[in-house]
């Protein structure tokens, strides 16, 4: 039984592939060592990326079945990059008050943003439609 359409389900499960790709791939590289300026060599958050990549992974089989099982990875997977996209924002932000303080020699710039904040910014879509099929949830037995 669909719980809503096939259709609205491949076009989250096609998202939630490429986040899920993206993340898998960027994961791996910062794992390796990273890839010049572009990607920092980071084993904490190249971990954190696979375990993304694989939330939102394991969810892409379920959505394109119209399931709401599937959508609860999606969820899992929006949290995930949500939580620690945010971390690698305040992060960035403490830089810049460091800087204002006077202790730190540069302010932070848009492209000392991180993969996994650039990972967020992907999401956001995402985020906004799983949002629009989980609102009528809260009162039903799911």
């Given at each position: 039984m669909t719980d809503y359409s096939i259709k609205t389900g491949k076009g989250l499960g096609?998202?939630?592939?490429?986040l899920g790709a993206i993340s898998l791939?960027?994961?791996l590289v910062e794992i390796s060592g990273g890839w010049g300026e572009i990607i920092p060599g980071d084993l904490f958050g190249g971990f954190v990326l696979l375990v993304i990549a694989a939330t939102y992974l394991n969810g892409v089989k379920g959505v394109f079945q119209g399931r709401y099982e599937g959508l609860s990875f999606l969820v899992g997977g929006l949290f995930l990059t949500a939580v620690f996209?945010?971390?690698?924002?305040?992060?960035m932000?403490?830089?810049g008050l460091m800087?204002?303080?006077?202790?730190?020699?540069?302010?932070?710039?848009i492209f000392d943003l991180r993969p996994e904040v650039w990972i967020l910014l992907l999401s956001l879509?995402?985020?906004?439609?799983?949002?629009?099929?989980?609102?009528?949830?809260?009162g039903s037995r799911y």
């Open positions: 096609i998202y939630a592939s490429a791939v960027v994961g996209g945010v971390l690698y924002l305040l992060m932000g403490a830089e800087y204002l303080l006077g202790e730190a020699e540069a302010l932070p710039g879509p995402l985020a906004r439609r799983v949002g629009r099929l989980t609102d009528g949830m809260a």
